[in-house]
């Protein structure tokens, strides 16, 4: 594993990599198609702290305040989240979270950890161990599912998701590959949980 707490403009590079812009239906279709054909590795970073989810039932359940609510029915979505993945392609999620868990997160980490059960490999990592990697700007919002494909994932100021853009060069996905799957492995993985009524999944 190489060094990653020396300063990195790895993922800084992304934001002056040329690349496709599209809105968010133009890029969910786009996504779709490239995963319906992949195998292999699907890489995801999530950075940021909050995502408006209306089109979820349990976070609409979360954001009115009913929690009894909205953990039914992270526990009513399981077979949502087994259709969600391919037998052919094993998803590995990098949550980075800081403390103290917000609301939001204290939901979300029981999703993940759903999600875990139903087969992703999710893990989460400390906002700590990649501050010397934001020198200007947090971490992107990540899709990669090849050495030559990567998705950086729009979201505006309130946290809804309006689209994504497809870059294709490998000078900058290659790095961006290799830096983080390093922090990867640092992460703690999220264990699979039977129910989300159970203790909170993960804590800091």
């Known amino acids: 594993m190489r060094e990653t707490r020396r300063s990195d403009d790895t993922f ?13 239906i133009t890029y969910s279709a786009d996504f779709s198609g490239v995963y319906r054909e992949m195998e292999g590795v699907l890489w995801k970073l999530e950075r940021a702290q909050y995502f408006y989810e209306p ?3 349990s976070w609409v359940a979360w954001a009115e305040g009913d929690w009894d609510l909205a953990l039914a029915l992270i ?21 980075i ?15 993940l950890a759903a999600r875990a059960s139903a087969g992703e490999k999710v893990r989460v990592l400390d906002a700590e161990a990649v501050h010397h990697l934001e020198r200007d700007r947090p971490l992107p919002e990540l899709l990669i599912p090849a050495g030559d494909l990567m998705y950086e994932i729009l979201y505006d100021q309130g946290g809804a998701h309006v689209g994504g853009r497809r ?13 983080l799957a390093d922090l990867y492995d640092q992460a703690e993985e999220l264990p699979a949980s039977p129910s989300p009524q159970a203790r909170a999944p993960w804590s800091l």
């Open 12 to 24: 800084a590079r992304i934001h002056e990599a040329d690349g496709v812009t599209m809105d968010r």
């Open 55 to 57: 089109y979820s039932k």
């Open 75 to 95: 526990e009513a979505a399981t077979a949502e989240y087994e259709a969600d993945l391919s037998p052919r392609v094993e998803l590995r999620r990098l949550r």
């Open 97 to 111: 979270v800081e403390r103290p868990l917000s609301p939001y997160l204290e939901w979300e980490l029981r999703v």
């Open 167 to 179: 870059i294709g060069d490998r000078a900058i996905i290659e790095p961006c590959l290799t830096l």
